[in-house]
C-alpha cells in the first residue's frame, strides 16, 4: 500500500551526526518532491527541509541550514536526512511527507542528549 | 520570517460548529492548507488549497482564506474531531514551507 516509513533515530550526543531514512512504496516517488517535518515533545510541526522530485533543489528550515542535508536515491524509493552538529534543540520526532504533505510517515524519534 | 498565528485552544460542544483561524500577512494571497493531529499520531491533511478536501475526509470540514485570516471551520462537531489542528502556507519570497502554532480542539 501507499505509506512512508522513517527510520534511523535514536539517542546521539550533542555535536554527533545521524542519518535518517524514509523508505517509500506503493506510488512513484520519483515523481515526488518530498519533506522532512519536525515535532519536538510537545510543541507544534516544524518544517526541516524540502527536496525537488529529481534532487534538483532543496530548501531549509533556518533552524537546520547548513547542519542538515536532505537527500534521495530514486533507485532505492528512499529519502534521506544527513544532520550533523546535532544540537539538544533538535530533539524531536522527525516524519518524511510527501510533495503536498498529502502522506506523512508514523515518524522516527531522535534524541539528542549527553 | 513569514509567521502563521492561530488561537491555542478551541472549545465546542457536540453537534455544534468549531471554527478555527490562523492569522497572517495577505495570508489571502496564498494557498492554506489544514493539518489534523491526534496525539500520538501524524498529521492528517484535511483541507488544502483554502477550501479543497482529499478524499476521505468529511464534509464537515470546510477551509475559507481572504485578507489576513484564514478559517478552517468543522460544522457538527464529533467527539472524534477532538486533535490539534495546524494551517501551513508556502512563502514563496524565502521558500520555506511555514506552519502555523497550532490549536487544540476540545470537545465538551
Known amino acids: 500500500q501507499v505509506q512512508l516509513v522513517e527510520s534511523g533515530g535514536g539517542v546521539v550526543q550533542p555535536g554527533r551526526s545521524l542519518r535518517l531514512s524514509c523508505a517509500a512504496s506503493g506510488f512513484t516517488f520519483s515523481s515526488y518532491g518530498m519533506h522532512w517535518v519536525r515535532q519536538a515533545p510537545g510543541k507544534g510541526l516544524e518544517w526541516v527541509a524540502v527536496?525537488?522530485?529529481?534532487?534538483?533543489?532543496?530548501y531549509y528550515a533556518d533552524s537546520v541550514k547548513g547542519r542538515f542535508t536532505i537527500s534521495r536515491d530514486n533507485s532505492k524509493n528512499t529519502l534521506y536526512l544527513q544532520m550533523n552538529s546535532l544540537r539538544a534543540e533538535d530533539t524531536a520526532v522527525y516524519y518524511c511527507?510527501?510533495?503536498?504533505?498529502?502522506?506523512w510517515g508514523r515518524g522516527t524519534l531522535v534524541t539528542v542528549s549527553s | 520570517s513569514y509567521v502563521l498565528t492561530q488561537p491555542p485552544s478551541v472549545s465546542v460542544a457536540p453537534g455544534q460548529t468549531a471554527r478555527i483561524t490562523c492569522g497572517g500577512n495577505?495570508?489571502?494571497?496564498?494557498?492554506v492548507h489544514w493539518y489534523q493531529q491526534k496525539p500520538g499520531q501524524a498529521p492528517v491533511l484535511v483541507v488544502y488549497?483554502?477550501?479543497d478536501r482529499p478524499s476521505g475526509i468529511p464534509e464537515r470540514f470546510s477551509g475559507s482564506n481572504s485578507g489576513n485570516t484564514a478559517t478552517l471551520t468543522i460544522s457538527r462537531v464529533e467527539a472524534g474531531d477532538e486533535a490539534d489542528y495546524y494551517c501551513q502556507v508556502w512563502d514563496s519570497s524565502s521558500d520555506h514551507y511555514v506552519f502555523g502554532t497550532g490549536t487544540k480542539v476540545t470537545v465538551l
Open positions: 511527507a510527501r510533495d503536498r504533505l498529502d502522506l
Open positions: 488549497d483554502d477550501s
Open positions: 527536496i525537488w522530485y529529481d534532487g534538483s533543489n532543496k
Open positions: 495577505n495570508i489571502g494571497s496564498k494557498s
